[in-house]
């Protein structure tokens, strides 16, 4: 259960770092076509790794102790909210991509990690505020925490609406913070 829960927070984590993991290019070129998408998507990345950096410790939970695991968890879902709202802070201050229609999918980015970001709000409501007394009530609180996460699993992060535009596309395989993210510690 606890493994099913973490699993569900995880794919949530996943979508702040995987929005500069798979933004990440291989290819080298010989220069980028606009410098300013570069430097936003430089910008982009650098917070992204920031968030990931605070997401890799992840929480340790003993279902021998529950309230602790209860904490354990809803600190983990405060870390993560932190996170998206550094991701979405950060689009905010930098305002559209500089590229052709980089309104709409600004909009579009932030829409989705606020979304997220709500849903991991909720979830860690829901098991903060939980009557925890042993092992069962403890597991059901997780299972109700856990639907939330259900809803948004299959989010990919706001790097999918920004890829969609190819100007932003060729931007963050360019910038060197993005490629970066992709390369072991």
């Given amino acids: 259960m606890i493994r099913r829960f973490l699993a569900g927070a995880l794919s949530v984590a996943t979508v702040v770092a995987a929005a500069g993991l798979t933004a990440c290019g291989s290819g080298e070129q010989e220069g980028p076509e606009n410098p300013a998408a570069v430097a936003w998507a430089e910008e982009f990345c650098r917070t992204v790794r920031g968030g990931g950096d605070l997401l890799s410790r992840l929480p340790k939970v003993d279902t021998a102790e529950p309230d602790a695991g209860r904490t354990a968890l809803v600190d983990y879902l405060g870390r993560i909210s932190t996170a998206l709202t550094e991701v979405e802070t950060m689009l905010r201050r930098e305002g559209a991509p500089p590229v052709d229609s980089g309104d709409a999918a600004l909009r579009r980015a932030v829409d989705?990690?606020?979304?997220?970001?709500?849903?991991?709000?909720?979830?860690?409501?829901?098991?903060?505020?939980?009557?925890?007394?042993?092992?069962?009530?403890y597991e059901r609180a997780i299972t109700s925490a856990r639907s939330v996460f259900d809803e948004v699993n299959l989010v990919e992060g706001p790097e999918r609406e920004l890829r969609a535009n190819p100007e932003l596309d060729a931007a963050f395989d360019d910038a060197r913070a993005c490629r970066q993210l992709g390369a072991p510690a």
């Avoid at 409501?125 to 092992?135: C, N, R, Y």
């Fill in 112 to 137: 989705n990690v606020t979304g997220t970001r709500s849903a991991v709000e909720e979830a860690r409501s829901t098991l903060a505020g939980a009557e925890i007394t042993d092992a069962r009530s």
